[in-house]
Nanobody
Framework: QLQLVESGGGLVQPGGSLRLSCAVS????????IGWFRQAPGKEREGVSC????????AYADFVKGRFAISRDNAKNTVYLQMSSLKPEDTAVYYC?????????????????????WGQGTQVTVSS
């Protein structure tokens, strides 16, 4: 059974940093692209970043480019989202999600409709 569990959220001041973790179980990262999404109150869920099943392909939404970095550790079955230079508008619940793709592929996906397995989310609040 596929499981994704997010952690690392919290309250941070503007300009600060946080690292989110997505621990996965029940499947191999070699066959799945992992995406990070976020949803703020009253807004639709939006794609933030994605890492391919090979680990060599990454994608970022324009509003986080240069500030966020996605990575993964296959030995720990964990995908990370390092967030820096955080802004109040980054406040949202952050979710990780998995979509099955080819073995060791480079494809990346930022559309929520392409994902079938989701974690429960972790709250990130950026405020002074």
């Amino acid at each position: 059974q596929l499981q994704l569990v997010e952690s690392g959220g919290g309250l941070v001041q503007p300009g600060g940093s946080l690292r989110l973790s997505c621990a996965v179980s029940g499947f191999s990262l070699d066959y799945y692209a992992i995406g990070w999404f976020r949803q703020a109150p009253g807004k639709e869920r939006e794609g933030v970043s994605c890492i391919s099943s090979s680990g060599s392909g990454t994608a970022y939404a324009d509003f986080v480019k240069g500030r966020f970095a996605i990575s993964r550790d296959n030995a720990k079955n964990t995908v990370y989202l390092q967030m820096s230079s955080l802004k109040p508008e980054d406040t949202a619940v952050y979710y990780c999600a998995a979509t099955r793709v080819g073995y060791y592929s480079t494809g990346t996906f930022l559309a929520a409709s392409q994902y079938r397995s989701w974690g429960q989310g972790t709250q990130v609040t950026v405020s002074s």
